[in-house]
Structure formats: structure tokens, C-alpha cells
């Protein structure tokens, strides 16, 4: 999310001496990004702040708009590129976790909160219907603007509200359909809407030891297929295409982009995964502009045999 879009016309000692009054020595400057992407990608941030606290968040968004500071907002970067030259301004990673459980099988978590642990949780308390969302990386506040899901499920089916926080500062409670969530889209991210806080329900029951050893089992056949810690990546690239009859299953982006010889593509250290044509991997060293050039020439293919434009999932930002 970007809160404003001006460069920094004032002096950055200035600024970090209004931010350090604020937030004192967690204040970070010059800090390379591509140590907190899952691609291990991107150039500096001006400024940093790693949060933990709600008000907080809240502070620094306020902080940033009272000195005419550009913005971004992030929290498990892991569905994003970032440029080579990072980031201007004040950069906050979003590291809030706080979950507070109900008795009617609802819960309200913080956004900051990591979807595949909150997945786990729920499913140890014996709540069933999260399972399908096991093993994706990122914040639960992430995944429901970006639309995530997996096996014909998006994570939002279970949002009740939320509270967000938007790019003027203000903040409001809304319901699921406010947020205009659609397949890894929606109008809260469009807007730069940030979730603050979730309320999640209408969970059945299941049993607990069912509800894990599945999770295990999604997270394994997740393994199998996607790139390990020792290469870096951001998921799947490109949204899946629309079902070719109402009521059908996504055509896979990686069916077509395999068909194009996808897999064959490296630039520099940019190439694809051989186990996902739709998976680009930093084999050590890649840039933001390698990733680039290579999902171009990807998409380039696809667009030339089947007449398909394809649109990106992973988000740029520069």
C-alpha cells in the first residue's frame, strides 16, 4: 500500500527527527527490504518500522500523512516484488498478533497475524473449515484483500467485519462485502485499505486431530509442488484464468505457461521453478528488473499462442 504518492521534499535528518520522537530507536533507516521479502528482494526503505501494537500502526500512518511522507504498509511480504531502488519514505511492516477467541466459534485477530499459524490454531481448537488455507505464506490481513485461497475457497468466506484503516488516516469498522473481495483482488486493496483487526466465524466442529493431520497433509502436497526455504519465491505469479463454463474450475496459469516452455526461461538470477511453470524463483542474485523481463517474455508466450493476457498476482511496488 502506498498512503501518499510525493517524493521527499524535505530533509531527512528532519524527518528522522520527527519519527524518532514518535517511535524512538525502533526507527530504522536506509534498510534493505529484500531481508523481509519472501523473493529476498528490494532496495532500501528511507525509513523502517517493524510494529507490534495496533495504535501504533494507526501513529505511524497519521505521522507519515502529517509530514507529507510517502507510505507503504506490509506484513508478511510474501505476494510482492519490490523495486531494486526499494522504497521511498516511511515503510511499516505490520507485525501486530494478537487473537482473542469467542465461545461461538468466532475470533477476532489482529492483521499482522500469520494465516498458516492461524489456520493451525483454529484447527487445534477443534474449528474445522480453515484447512484449505494450511501452508499459504502471509498475514491473515493480507490474504483477505488480496482475495487468497486455494482448492475453490477464499479465506474472506469466513470474515464476519473488520476494522481497517484507510489511507487518510481514519479508521472504520466493515463488513466482508464492503471490502469488495473478489479472486485475489478487491476493492480494499485497490483503495489501499490496511486490516487492522478481523472478526472470523461461522466455523463447524470437527476434531481436532483430524483437523491437524490434514493440515499436515495440504502443507506436504504444498511442498511438493513449490519452491523450499533455500529458494526464494512469491507464489504463484499470475492469476489463474477464468473457468471456461459459469460454475467451472480456474484454467491453471502454470498449465499454459508450461505449454509455453515457461520452465526453459532464466534471466540472469530469475527463472522458474521445475516443478511450477507459474513460480518464479530467485535462483541467487536476481533483481527486481530480472523478474520482470522474465514474467514479460512469460506472458509475451502465452499471449502469442493462445491469445491470452495474462494478469499478475504478485504486486510490484516501486
Not at 534493505?32 to 523473493?39: D, E, G, I, K
Not at 510474501?78 to 531502488?85: E, G
Not at 461461522?202 to 497433509?217: K, M, W
Amino acid at each position: 500500500m502506498v498512503g501518499h504518492p510525493s517524493a521527499i521534499n524535505q530533509n531527512p535528518k528532519d524527518i528522522e527527527h520527527e519519527l524518532r520522537l514518535l517511535f524512538g530507536d525502533i526507527l530504522r533507516c536506509n534498510i534493505a527490504l529484500s531481508s523481509y521479502t519472501t523473493l529476498q528482494i528490494g532496495g532500501p526503505a528511507d525509513f523502517l518500522l517493524e510494529l507490534h501494537h495496533t495504535d501504533d500502526v494507526i501513529r505511524a500512518c497519521r505521522a507519515a500523512l502529517q509530514l507529507n511522507l510517502p507510505f507503504h504498509f506490509l506484513a508478511g511480504c510474501s505476494n510482492v516484488l519490490i523495486d531494486d531502488c526499494g522504497l521511498r519514505g516511511l515503510v511499516v511492516i505490520n507485525r501486530t498478533e494478537t487473537i482473542d477467541w469467542q465461545k461461538d466459534f468466532s475470533l477476532r485477530v489482529d492483521g499482522g497475524y500469520s494465516l498458516d499459524l492461524l489456520v493451525e490454531r483454529v484447527s487445534e481448537r477443534g474449528w474445522a473449515d480453515l484447512t484449505f488455507a494450511a501452508g499459504i505464506p502471509g498475514s491473515i490481513g493480507g490474504a483477505l484483500v488480496g482475495g487468497a485461497g486455494a482448492f475453490g475457497h477464499l479465506v474472506h468466506e469466513y470474515l464476519l467485519e473488520a476494522e481497517i484503516l484507510r489511507r487518510d488516516g481514519t479508521t472504520c469498522t466493515v463488513t466482508a462485502s464492503d471490502l469488495g473481495i473478489r479472486y485475489r483482488e478487491s476493492d480494499a486493496k485497490q483503495r489501499g485499505d490496511i486490516i487492522l483487526a478481523a472478526a472470523m466465524g461461522n466455523f463447524t466442529s470437527g476434531f481436532p486431530d483430524q483437523l491437524v493431520a490434514e493440515i499436515h497433509r495440504i502443507r506436504a502436497e504444498r511442498e511438493i509442488k513449490h519452491p523450499g526455504p533455500d529458494l526464494p519465491s512469491a507464489g504463484s505469479f499470475f492469476k489463474n484464468l477464468p473457468p471456461a463454463t459459469p460454475g467451472g474450475r480456474r484454467i491453471p496459469a502454470g498449465k499454459l505457461l508450461e505449454e509455453v516452455g515457461a520452465k526453459d526461461i532464466r534471466i540472469g538470477g530469475a527463472g522458474v521453478f521445475h516443478k511450477h511453470a507459474n513460480i518464479i524463483v530467485n535462483y541467487g542474485g536476481a533483481t527486481a528488473n530480472q523478474i520482470n523481463e522474465l514474467a514479460d517474455i512469460m506472458a509475451e508466450r502465452v499471449k502469442l499462442k493462445f491469445g491470452i493476457e495474462l494478469e499478475r498476482e504478485v504486486q510490484y511496488l516501486c
